[in-house]
Nanobody, 119 residues
Framework: QLQVVESGGGLVQPGGSLRLSCAAS????????IAWFRQAPGKEREAVSC????????YYADSVKGRFTVHRANAKNIIHLQMNSLKPEDTAVYSC????????????WGQGTQVTVSS
């Protein structure tokens, strides 16, 4: 059974940093993709970032380029989203999703973790 679990959200001041983690399990693919999405109250879900593990290709939304970095952890099947220079508009519930390599289709979604950027 495919499963992903997020962790690492919280409250941070503007300009601060947080690192989110996504632990994926239940698959037998050699390669996979993990995407991060976010949804703020009253707004549509936004794709934030994605990584394909076959070649470590990454994708970033324009709104987070230069501030967020997605990368593989040393531990197997864990992906981190390092978020720096956080802004109040980054406040949202962040969820990760697991799919086949290539960041196209996703088959398992996490419950989400709240990130609040506020002074």
């Amino acid at each position: 059974q495919l499963q992903v679990v997020e962790s690492g959200g919280g409250l941070v001041q503007p300009g601060g940093s947080l690192r989110l983690s996504c632990a994926a399990s239940g698959f037998t693919w050699q390669y996979y993709a993990i995407a991060w999405f976010r949804q703020a109250p009253g707004k549509e879900r936004e794709a934030v970032s994605c990584i394909s593990t076959s070649n470590n290709d990454t994708y970033y939304a324009d709104s987070v380029k230069g501030r967020f970095t997605v990368h593989r952890a040393n531990a197997k099947n864990i992906i981190h989203l390092q978020m720096n220079s956080l802004k109040p508009e980054d406040t949202a519930v962040y969820s990760c999703a697991l799919g086949r390599d290539g960041c196209v289709n996703f088959y398992s979604w996490g419950q989400g973790t709240q990130v609040t950027v506020s002074s």
